[in-house]
């Protein structure tokens, strides 16, 4: 039984370590919190479940939302951001402007979905389970499990073996510097957006196939979810993101099962503010707290 | 629309003030601590079981509701004033998920989701305009004194905060435990207000609306968390589709302001009247 | 204008005089990851007199004011200010020990008024409690008027007086100088940092600014002088030490040290 719960803890985790990539990815680029971040993954939710309400198949439906939510993202930062960047005041500033980003998302897709919890059809996936080794898996889990593993080795060779991946990290160590060495910032800040947006609307599509529900409020707990796992992980670090995310969704997982219901976030949400308290910069973090000498 | 209407309209206004002064006094010093809406929680929660339960008198549950946001930031000050940025915004919103999960959870002194009904209206008009009268004359004394300053200077740099004497973890560590006293009283009068309190009222929501009122006043000056509230509270009032677009139209607000106008509307005037001033005085 | 007077005026008599001590540096070494920014410095800066901090760009001039004003850790060696060792202090309690400073890029409160700018600097002589700030007792308004009046003070003998309520973010470039001196020698130091103070200022500025530092130190202050422009430190200087890639390559009287090979290999940039 423990087996089995570590086992569903670590496919949810999986979401959560996909959809906190992207999260930490514009932190680490970019040094803001995108509060909307969570509006990208209800978003990627709705793209996909009305593409497949509309007749598109499931794959298709996929990458419409994986776009969809990618163009948003790159929308946000040109409407909310780019600006902001400018007047040095973007760490402060960003955190509002995303604030409100979220918020006209979210009550759009209230909007659209009249305020109700939205289902998949019946057998939108197909729902089929496989046993071993005394364990009970669905093909969906598998899914997951599968694409979360593809888009992060893909994300991990975008980063460190690709010439986007260098102007990237150029740009996240020194903006300045990276534009006298010939890179164009907004370039980056498009591509590490639209990457950012289309992770998180998958993640949307996979939770919402995962529990069958798709409704406006969706992305809050996940963005509440996200600061916990790039915190542990250290904002900023993609290998924090994802071992955090994995351990975040076992943890979440056995606290439910074996701990008494209601508890489980404040749990969460104390380990978070201990982390903070004791490890400011997680476990793989390397960025400056910026208190006393340095 | 009867009086009635325009006065309760009022009372909610003096109320959103009073949270948006636990929000200002904090930016202004330049903290990241989006921590008033637990205080306000806490306040209102000590509140409503005091009164409900306890049978205790409404002055002396909104004092123990003041002096419990007070100690509730005393203590979360020592280790949040050693974060910045980014890291205390995350610190004190994992504060405010804390609280509101222990509103659902702990059920036998909270009530759970249902929260607590049936709390006596034992505050009017006039309490709330005296108890904001006196956060009004706090936040004057210290824009006037060498402690407002000091907050400015933290908030405008630190390095040179720093070079100046100042310490800015004691600043921030002052304006944490005064946001902290407002949270608590206005939350406790909120209580013996509105006649039932639930966990999630204290959320994510509230905290964004208390933001809202600062970014669109701004935070340098006193009178700007008022002007921000004044508009947040009437905006909706003022025709019917603004009314049910509320969240659209504070999300849509909150990105202009900041973009376009980052000081907020008072400091604005302030700084275009001084500008004004100062090219007719040289 | 009479800058001895000045400082009697606005500074001895509202407070106690500050014995004057000797600022030693001793073997200080900043090492950022592998590179070594400064390495093994060692010199004095003492009261009554201007020292001179000169060296190429790079020389690891600015990350040796920042160990100094406590904004940057010390990888080795210790500071001191009389027997007070300053070397792990944060910065707020160095400058309550009298250490004042300007910075090279000016960093001033951009928005707020001149008048404003200069006011905090008085913040290590507030004597005011927190309660009569928070209650808007009479001691706190008090203070805070008086020190506007010392603040105006120093204002018109900085001849500054009539851009009181300008903001100070508008000023002209040499102007703003001004101000952050103003607001460095309202916190009555022992010892003022100055970095690059007369940068981009044409030569009669420099003179009269030059004429306010040789004023201070005769009072009994202990400068510190970082500049690139030779000519103004070997006119104000009675010790010169010269950085080069963090090493303190000379110390001296101006004349020694101008003749010094390894300085003039140094500024040629052979060395």
């Given at each position: 039984?423990l087996?089995?719960?570590?086992?569903?803890?670590?496919?949810?985790?999986?979401?959560?370590?996909?959809?906190?990539?992207?999260f930490?990815?514009?932190?680490?680029?970019?040094?803001?919190?995108?509060?909307?971040?969570?509006?990208?993954?209800?978003?990627?939710?709705?793209?996909?479940?009305?593409?497949?309400?509309?007749?598109?198949?499931?794959?298709?439906?996929?990458?419409?939302?994986?776009?969809?939510?990618?163009?948003?993202s790159?929308l946000?930062?040109?409407?909310?951001f780019r600006r902001?960047?400018?007047?040095?005041?973007?760490?402060?500033?960003?955190?509002?402007?995303?604030?409100?980003a979220?918020?006209?998302?979210?009550?759009?897709?209230?909007?659209?979905?009249?305020?109700?919890?939205?289902?998949?059809?019946?057998?939108t996936?197909?729902?089929?389970?496989?046993?071993f080794?005394?364990?009970r898996?669905?093909?969906?889990q598998?899914?997951?499990a599968?694409?979360?593993?593809?888009?992060l080795?893909?994300?991990?060779w975008?980063?460190?073996?690709?010439s986007l991946?260098?102007?990237?990290?150029?740009?996240?160590?020194?903006?300045?510097?990276?534009?006298?060495?010939?890179?164009?910032?907004?370039?980056?800040?498009?591509?590490?957006?639209?990457?950012?947006?289309a992770m998180?609307?998958?993640?949307?599509?996979l939770?919402?196939?995962?529990?069958?529900?798709?409704h406006?409020?969706?992305?809050?707990?996940?963005?509440?979810?996200?600061?916990?796992?790039?915190?542990?992980g250290?904002?900023?670090?993609?290998?924090?993101?994802?071992?955090a995310?994995?351990?975040?969704?076992?943890?979440?997982?056995?606290?439910?099962?074996?701990?008494?219901?209601?508890?489980?976030?404040?749990?969460?949400?104390?380990?978070?503010?201990?982390?903070?308290?004791?490890?400011?910069?997680?476990l793989?973090?390397?960025?400056?707290?910026?208190?006393?000498?340095? | 629309?009867?009086?009635?209407v325009?006065?309760?309209?009022?009372?909610?206004?003096?109320?959103?003030?009073?949270?948006?002064?636990?929000?200002?006094?904090?930016?202004?010093?330049?903290?990241?601590?989006?921590?008033?809406?637990?205080?306000?929680?806490i306040?209102?929660?000590?509140?409503?079981i005091?009164?409900?339960r306890y049978?205790?008198?409404?002055?002396?549950a909104?004092?123990?509701?003041?002096?419990?946001?007070?100690?509730?930031?005393?203590?979360?000050?020592?280790?949040?004033?050693?974060?910045?940025?980014?890291?205390?915004?995350?610190?004190?919103?994992?504060?405010?998920?804390?609280?509101?999960?222990?509103?659902?959870?702990a059920?036998?002194?909270?009530?759970?989701?249902?929260?607590?009904?049936?709390?006596?209206?034992?505050v009017?008009?006039?309490t709330?305009?005296?108890?904001?009268?006196?956060v009004?004359?706090?936040?004057?004394?210290?824009?006037?004194?060498?402690?407002?300053r000091?907050?400015?200077?933290?908030?405008?740099?630190?390095?040179?905060?720093?070079?100046l004497?100042?310490?800015?973890?004691?600043?921030?560590?002052?304006?944490?435990?005064?946001?902290?006293?407002?949270?608590?009283?206005?939350?406790?009068?909120?209580?013996?207000?509105?006649?039932?309190?639930?966990p999630?009222?204290f959320?994510f929501a509230?905290?964004?609306?208390?933001?809202?009122?600062?970014?669109?006043?701004?935070?340098?000056?006193?009178?700007?968390?008022?002007?921000?509230?004044?508009?947040?509270?009437?905006?909706?009032?003022l025709?019917?589709?603004?009314?049910e677009?509320?969240p659209?139209?504070?999300?849509?607000?909150?990105?202009?302001?900041?973009?376009?106008?980052?000081?907020?509307?008072?400091d604005?005037?302030a700084?275009?009247?001084?500008?004004?001033?100062?090219?007719?005085?040289? | 204008?009479?800058?001895?007077?000045?400082?009697?005026?606005?500074?001895?008599?509202?407070?106690?005089?500050?014995?004057?001590?000797?600022?030693?540096?001793?073997h200080v070494?900043?090492?950022?990851?592998?590179?070594?920014?400064?390495?093994?410095?060692?010199?004095?800066?003492?009261?009554?007199?201007?020292?001179g901090?000169?060296?190429?760009?790079?020389?690891?001039?600015?990350?040796?004011?920042?160990?100094?004003?406590?904004?940057?850790?010390?990888s080795?060696?210790?500071?001191?200010?009389?027997?007070?060792?300053?070397?792990?202090a944060?910065?707020?309690?160095?400058?309550?020990?009298?250490?004042?400073?300007?910075f090279?890029?000016?960093?001033?409160?951009?928005?707020?008024?001149?008048?404003?700018?200069?006011?905090?600097?008085?913040h290590?002589?507030?004597?005011?409690?927190?309660?009569?700030h928070?209650?808007?007792?009479?001691?706190?308004?008090?203070?805070?008027r008086?020190?506007?009046?010392?603040a105006?003070?120093?204002?018109?003998?900085?001849?500054?007086?009539?851009?009181?309520?300008?903001?100070?973010?508008?000023?002209?470039?040499?102007?703003?100088?001004?101000?952050?001196?103003?607001?460095?020698?309202?916190?009555?130091?022992?010892?003022l940092?100055?970095?690059?103070?007369?940068?981009?200022?044409?030569?009669?500025e420099a003179?009269?600014?030059?004429?306010?530092?040789?004023?201070?130190?005769?009072?009994?202050?202990?400068?510190?002088?970082?500049?690139h422009?030779?000519?103004?430190?070997m006119?104000?200087?009675?010790?010169?030490?010269?950085?080069?890639?963090?090493?303190?390559?000379?110390?001296?009287?101006?004349?020694?040290?101008?003749?010094?090979?390894?300085?003039?290999a140094?500024?040629?940039?052979?060395?």
């Amino acid at each position: 039984m423990l087996a089995q719960q570590i086992m569903n803890g670590l496919v949810a985790g999986a979401v959560y370590a996909l959809f906190a990539l992207g999260f930490t990815l514009v932190f680490g680029v970019h040094r803001i919190l995108n509060l909307a971040h969570g509006a990208l993954l209800m978003a990627g939710a709705f793209i996909g479940l009305y593409a497949v309400l509309a007749g598109i198949p499931l794959w298709f439906a996929i990458i419409l939302a994986m776009v969809g939510a990618g163009t948003l993202s790159v929308l946000i930062d040109v409407l909310a951001f780019r600006r902001l960047r400018a007047s040095g005041q973007a760490e402060f500033g960003a955190i509002i402007s995303s604030i409100g980003a979220n918020l006209v998302l979210v009550s759009i897709a209230q909007r659209i979905s009249e305020t109700k919890v939205l289902r998949f059809p019946f057998a939108t996936f197909p729902v089929v389970f496989y046993r071993f080794w005394g364990l009970r898996v669905s093909l969906l889990q598998l899914a997951i499990a599968g694409s979360v593993a593809f888009l992060l080795g893909l994300l991990s060779w975008l980063i460190f073996h690709t010439s986007l991946g260098r102007q990237v990290r150029a740009v996240a160590g020194n903006p300045r510097a990276a534009v006298l060495l010939g890179v164009n910032p907004d370039a980056i800040y498009l591509r590490t957006f639209f990457l950012s947006g289309a992770m998180a609307g998958l993640a949307g599509v996979l939770v919402g196939l995962s529990f069958n529900s798709v409704h406006f409020m969706m992305g809050e707990p996940y963005l509440l979810r996200a600061f916990v796992v790039v915190i542990l992980g250290g904002l900023g670090s993609i290998a924090g993101a994802v071992v955090a995310g994995m351990g975040l969704g076992v943890l979440q997982t056995l606290a439910t099962a074996y701990l008494p219901s209601g508890l489980t976030d404040t749990i969460i949400f104390s380990l978070l503010f201990l982390v903070l308290m004791v490890r400011p910069n997680g476990l793989f973090g390397v960025a400056n707290t910026g208190v006393g000498r340095r | 629309m009867g009086l009635g209407v325009y006065q309760s309209l009022f009372d909610v206004f003096l109320l959103n003030c009073g949270f948006a002064f636990s929000q200002f006094i904090v930016l202004r010093a330049g903290v990241f601590s989006i921590a008033s809406a637990a205080y306000a929680g806490i306040g209102g929660y000590a509140t409503a079981i005091l009164v409900t339960r306890y049978g205790v008198s409404a002055p002396v549950a909104v004092a123990a509701a003041t002096a419990l946001g007070l100690i509730v930031a005393g203590v979360l000050s020592i280790p949040l004033a050693r974060l910045r940025g980014v890291y205390q915004a995350i610190a004190t919103l994992a504060f405010v998920e804390i609280v509101v999960s222990l509103g659902f959870y702990a059920e036998d002194l909270t009530g759970g989701a249902m929260g607590i009904n049936g709390i006596p209206k034992l505050v009017g008009t006039g309490t709330l305009c005296v108890a904001l009268g006196a956060v009004l004359y706090l936040m004057v004394a210290i824009d006037r004194s060498g402690l407002g300053r000091a907050f400015d200077t933290v908030r405008q740099d630190e390095t040179v905060a720093g070079s100046l004497g100042i310490s800015v973890q004691r600043s921030h560590a002052i304006a944490f435990i005064i946001s902290g006293g407002i949270g608590g009283l206005f939350g406790g009068l909120q209580s013996l207000y509105v006649y039932s309190i639930e966990p999630q009222q204290f959320g994510f929501a509230l905290l964004v609306s208390m933001l809202a009122s600062i970014v669109l006043g701004g935070r340098g000056t006193v009178i700007g968390p008022i002007i921000g509230t004044a508009i947040l509270t009437a905006l909706p009032e003022l025709a019917r589709p603004l009314a049910e677009n509320r969240p659209l139209i504070h999300g849509l607000l909150l990105i202009v302001i900041i973009n376009y106008l980052p000081h907020g509307v008072a400091d604005s005037l302030a700084l275009l009247r001084r500008r004004r001033r100062a090219a007719n005085a040289v | 204008m009479e800058w001895p007077i000045l400082w009697r005026s606005c500074a001895v008599d509202a407070a106690p005089p500050m014995p004057s001590e000797t600022l030693t540096l001793r073997h200080v070494t900043k090492r950022f990851g592998g590179v070594t920014a400064v390495s093994d410095v060692s010199f004095d800066i003492p009261p009554g007199r201007i020292t001179g901090l000169i060296g190429p760009n790079g020389a690891g001039k600015s990350t040796l004011v920042n160990m100094i004003a406590g904004v940057l850790t010390l990888s080795e060696g210790d500071i001191r200010l009389g027997s007070r060792l300053l070397s792990q202090a944060p910065a707020f309690e160095v400058a309550r020990s009298g250490i004042a400073r300007t910075f090279q890029n000016i960093r001033l409160l951009a928005e707020a008024s001149v008048l404003d700018n200069v006011l905090v600097g008085f913040h290590r002589l507030e004597r005011a409690s927190l309660a009569s700030h928070l209650l808007g007792l009479p001691a706190s308004w008090r203070e805070t008027r008086d020190l506007r009046a010392r603040a105006r003070d120093l204002l018109n003998r900085f001849g500054m007086q009539r851009y009181a309520e300008y903001p100070a973010g508008g000023l002209s470039y040499g102007h703003q100088r001004r101000v952050e001196m103003m607001r460095a020698l309202a916190t009555q130091p022992r010892l003022l940092m100055l970095d690059e103070p007369v940068a981009g200022m044409n030569d009669v500025e420099a003179a009269e600014l030059g004429d306010i530092f040789a004023s201070l130190a005769r009072d009994g202050m202990a400068v510190l002088l970082i500049e690139h422009n030779v000519p103004f430190v070997m006119r104000l200087c009675a010790e010169i030490n010269v950085l080069d890639t963090g090493r303190l390559i000379a110390s001296g009287p101006p004349g020694t040290v101008m003749r010094d090979p390894a300085v003039i290999a140094a500024y040629l940039g052979t060395g």
